[in-house]
């Protein structure tokens, strides 16, 4: 199987099982739900290496999205 099939089948599956266990736990905030559906695709890029075309910029950018949500959290249990 081709790694790009296997790694989209696999973030798919991993998705859906997050949003499971969040919505069973009863969680509502939807920065929970971000935050891991972007450390899962970063997880499943570095482990399954699928192939890209050019510089994958949709990484940079959920990295960013990542770190602000980590810091505001970060900053709010602090202050």
Do not use: C, H, Q
């Not at 949709?58 to 505001?72: C, D, V």
């Amino acid at each position: 199987m081709d790694r790009s099939y296997l790694s989209n089948t696999i973030l798919s599956i991993l998705i859906i099982l997050t949003t499971y266990a969040l919505w069973s736990l009863g969680e509502s905030r939807v920065d929970a739900y971000i935050a891991l559906y972007i450390l899962e695709y970063v997880v499943v890029k570095a482990v399954l290496r699928p192939r890209r075309r050019g510089f994958d910029w949709l990484m940079l950018i959920l990295l960013i999205i990542f770190t602000i949500i980590i810091g505001y959290r970060i900053a709010e249990v602090l202050y």
